[in-house]
């Protein structure tokens, strides 16, 4: 099937490594025109990487996506190199482990900011541009603990719902200009983030991270983790004009692990 993603302009953000990454690399396996940004130096890496790969023009710039002077200016790097904006991809970083005792309010804050506002932010510069395209879209990236609560992750459990309730009134807003707006909600998809959790849990459990790893496989009835490309390849479907009447999904990509009916 043709996506029709060729020549496409996509922003995708926290793409250094994992989820971010592997979608930002297939995109440009897609032939999108990608911009990629994270706070070190390994951005510009990972576009070599993808650039080598993929023969398409990837820019990579430093950003911290908490920082809304940042963010407008990833937004006007894209449209000064690339003419546009057609798809934005909002992710961030996961916030800290941790139960509700071990956490602060300052530690809320800083996961307000990452994780929410830094959506907002995105949306907000990126609309002008995104109202001009033909084929637009917007997608965030939140987590399968907004269906159920993660263990120890108070802080993601909490404040991605508020991206969810975002992202499904974005899409309600955003129809009549043609924007379509969905969400994937990862579970458990291997990635370094998924490496700091794991040591996470064993310092709290005392299990070996192959224990750990053995009961959270358990939980999901394809008996795995997922990989990060096969999150991308989602990912960039749900974003291509081959979704074109998909508006205001939220999408679990878990393995089948939430067993809920809605
Ligand atoms: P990851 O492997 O830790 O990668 C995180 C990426 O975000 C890196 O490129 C990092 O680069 C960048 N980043 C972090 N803070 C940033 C900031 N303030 N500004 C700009 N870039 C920033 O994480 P992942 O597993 O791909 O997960 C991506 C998102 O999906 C996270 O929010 C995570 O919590 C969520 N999620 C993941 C899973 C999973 O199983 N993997 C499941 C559910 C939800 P720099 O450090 O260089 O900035």
Redesign the pocket.
């Known amino acids: 099937m043709d996506l029709h993603l060729s020549g496409k302009v996509v922003l995708v953000?926290?793409?250094?490594?994992?989820?971010?990454?592997a979608t930002a690399r297939q995109f440009a396996r897609e032939g999108a025109k990608v911009v990629i940004?994270?706070?070190?130096e390994?951005?510009e890496k990972a576009a070599a990487e993808i650039e080598t790969e993929t023969g398409t023009p990837v820019l990579a710039l430093r950003?911290?996506?908490?920082q809304p002077a940042d963010i407008e200016r990833v937004i006007n790097a894209t449209v000064e190199k690339f003419g546009g904006l057609d798809i934005l991809v909002t992710?961030?970083?996961?916030p800290p482990p941790g139960t509700f005792d071990d956490t602060d309010l300052t530690a809320w804050e800083n996961a307000v900011n990452?994780?929410l506002l830094s959506a907002v932010q995105l949306v907000k510069s990126a609309l002008p541009y995104l109202r001009q395209s033909i084929a637009p879209a917007i997608l965030t990236?939140t987590?399968?603990?907004t269906k159920q609560p993660v263990k120890n992750l108070v802080l993601?459990n909490s404040i991605r719902l508020a991206v969810i309730g975002l992202t499904k009134t974005l899409s309600q807003e955003l129809g009549s200009d043609q924007i379509r707006v969905n969400s994937i909600l990862?579970?458990?998809?291997y990635?370094?983030?998924?490496d700091e959790l794991l040591n996470a849990r064993t310092a709290k459990s005392g299990k070996t991270k192959a224990e750990e790893i053995t009961s959270i496989n358990a939980g999901v009835p394809l008996g795995r983790m997922g990989t990060p490309e096969e999150f991308a390849n989602v990912a960039v479907f749900l974003c291509s004009p081959a979704a074109s009447y998909v508006n205001g999904v939220m999408l679990q990509v878990d393995g089948g692990m939430n067993a809920g009916t809605f």
């Open positions: 953000t926290a793409a250094s490594k994992g989820l971010g990454k940004c994270a706070r070190s390994i951005i950003v911290d996506v908490t992710n961030a970083g996961g990452l994780n990236i987590s399968s603990s993601s990862p579970g458990w998809t990635t370094e983030r998924v």
